[in-house]
């Protein structure tokens, strides 16, 4: 069982930053690759960010290509998504995700593990 904590959403200006954590309770956290997901009000669930299990290969939505950058720290079990020139279409709940596949995805349904949400607000 994995369970996954998010952290670091909150309120900011257009063209500001935030920094997303999560982090996660399992013990071979390394054989796991871990995604990041959205949601905003009234639509789908779309993806935002994957990486491997060593972090050496990420992927990112064209949406926010040049503007997120996703790392993770396999010694602190914990995934960051680095967020800058935010925008008000960014604005969303935020979701890690973790698999044991063994490539990173950009589908949700290829996650078995999900944390609770971290709200993110962007303002205009």
């Known amino acids: 069982q994995v369970q996954l904590v998010e952290s670091g959403g909150g309120l900011v200006q257009a063209g500001g930053s935030l920094r997303l954590s999560c982090a996660a309770s399992?013990?071979?956290?390394?054989?796991?690759?871990m995604g990041w997901f959205r949601q905003a009000p009234g639509k789908e669930r779309e993806f935002v960010a994957a990486?491997?299990?060593?972090?050496?290969?990420?992927y990112y939505a064209d949406s926010v290509k040049g503007r997120f950058t996703t790392s993770r720290d396999n010694a602190k079990n914990t995934v960051y998504l680095q967020m800058n020139s935010l925008k008000p279409e960014d604005t969303a709940v935020y979701y890690c995700?973790?698999?044991?596949?063994?490539?990173?995805?950009?589908?949700?349904?290829?996650?078995?593990?999900w944390g609770q949400g971290t709200q993110v607000t962007v303002s205009s």
């Open positions: 399992v013990r071979t956290y390394s054989n796991y690759v």
């Open positions: 990486l491997s299990r060593g972090g050496s290969t990420t």
């Open positions: 995700a973790a698999s044991r596949m063994v490539q990173a995805s950009r589908i949700g349904y290829d996650y078995a593990y």
